[in-house]
Nanobody, 115 residues
Framework: VQLQAYGGGLVEPGGSLRLSCVAS????????MGWYRQAPGKQRDMVAG???????NYADSVKGRLTISRENAKNAVTLQMNNLKPEDTAVYYC??????????WGQGTQVTVSS
C-alpha cells in the first residue's frame, strides 16, 4: 500500500494551497488520517488529524488557517491551507492509521512560502 501526496508548491505569504493524499489501494478499517510536517533541521511535528468519526485536531500554530477533511470512500485526506506564512515552509507528510495501530505514510510534498 502506498500513499500518494500531492498539491505542494511555492506560494507567497497570505496565499493558499490544497494538499491531497490518496491510497494506491483501498485500505479498510482506517481510524485516523492526518498530516505531519518537517522543516529543515527540525523534528517532524503534527499539523492536523481527523478520526473516522470526523473529529479533528490541529497544532496551535495552524488553527484557523488550515482545515483537514477526509473522503472515506476514496481513502483520501485533504488539507486546505489558507493565509500561509513563511514558517509553514516544510515537507508535509500524510498518514493513515488503521484500527490495529498500523501507520501508512506518504512520501512527502514540499510546501514553500516565500515572496
Amino acid at each position: 500500500v502506498q500513499l500518494q501526496a500531492y498539491g505542494g508548491g511555492l506560494v507567497e505569504p497570505g496565499g493558499s494551497l490544497r494538499l491531497s493524499c490518496v491510497a494506491s489501494t483501498m485500505i479498510f478499517n482506517i481510524d485516523g488520517m492526518g498530516w505531519y510536517r518537517q522543516a529543515p533541521g527540525k523534528q517532524r511535528d503534527m499539523v492536523a488529524g481527523i478520526t473516522s468519526g470526523g473529529s479533528t485536531n490541529y497544532a496551535d500554530s495552524v488553527k484557523g488557517r488550515l482545515t483537514i477533511s477526509r473522503e472515506n470512500a476514496k481513502n483520501a485526506v485533504t488539507l486546505q491551507m489558507n493565509n500561509l506564512k513563511p514558517e509553514d515552509t516544510a515537507v508535509y507528510y500524510c498518514y493513515f492509521r488503521s484500527d490495529y495501530g498500523v501507520y501508512y505514510w506518504g512520501q512527502g510534498t514540499q510546501v514553500t512560502v516565500s515572496s
